[in-house]
């Protein structure tokens, strides 16, 4: 074999060589390009589960606080009762709360009936929270008679063990004929709440 040939051979195993050198230099990058495509979804995924795991933890263990039923309580001293309950698994802090009374869409005026809340109070869960307004017998007459209109309006605005504030509206209408308060609706938004407007 001739000097031309060998070096011709020897230059074509080189270049093979550094072909398969260069082939596995790139799957190593690949490989490594996949590791940290790899790693990054892992702390993806972690820190999503992370997250869902403290919306779960705020949302089970926090209160819910609604109402359990609305009536009319001693005919002679006639009063609407709104049994307030908390729903959650913890307490509900410094609850504020404000009922209303609405005959034929005015609200019963403030001097009627103390409206100012001394302090806030907990609603501890699971237990009855009766609170009630006064409405005069005509109003009451008037109304079970079906010759006014009764609105109850409950707003409440509580927090949680954390410090996170929630809120809670609801409207109850009074059905002469069937005797019972059905709801209107309400919200769960803060939005609309204040402070200043309290009930006992």
């Not at 009922?99 to 302090?119: D, M, S, Y």
């Not at 806030?120 to 237990?127: D, G």
């Not at 609170?131 to 005509?138: E, G, I, K």
Request: net charge negative; charged share 20%; aromatic share 6%.
């Amino acid at each position: 074999m001739s000097d031309l040939e060998q070096a011709s051979e020897r230059g074509t195993t080189t270049r093979n060589l550094l072909n398969r050198i260069a082939n596995a230099l790139e799957i190593t990058d690949l490989i490594a390009l996949m590791m940290a495509v790899a790693t990054g979804l892992s702390a993806y995924a972690t820190w999503k589960t992370a997250q869902l795991t403290n919306e779960i933890l705020l949302t089970s263990q926090r209160p819910y606080v609604g109402i359990e039923s609305v009536h009319f309580a001693a005919e002679a001293n006639p009063s609407v009762v709104a049994d307030l309950r908390n729903f959650g698994t913890v307490q509900a802090e410094d609850a504020i709360i404000r009922i209303v009374l609405k005959i034929n869409g005015r609200a019963l005026p403030a001097e009627f009936e103390p409206q100012q809340q001394a302090t806030s109070i907990v609603l501890s869960p699971a237990v009855p929270h009766p609170l009630y307004r006064h409405l005069s017998a005509d109003a009451y007459h008037d109304v079970v008679q079906g010759k006014a209109n009764l609105i109850v309006e409950v707003r409440v605005r509580y927090k949680g063990p954390r410090g996170d504030e929630h809120c809670y509206v609801m409207r109850h209408s009074y059905d002469h004929m069937d005797r019972v308060f059905y709801p209107l609706g309400g919200s769960l938004g803060c939005e609309h709440e204040s402070d200043t407007v309290l009930a006992r």
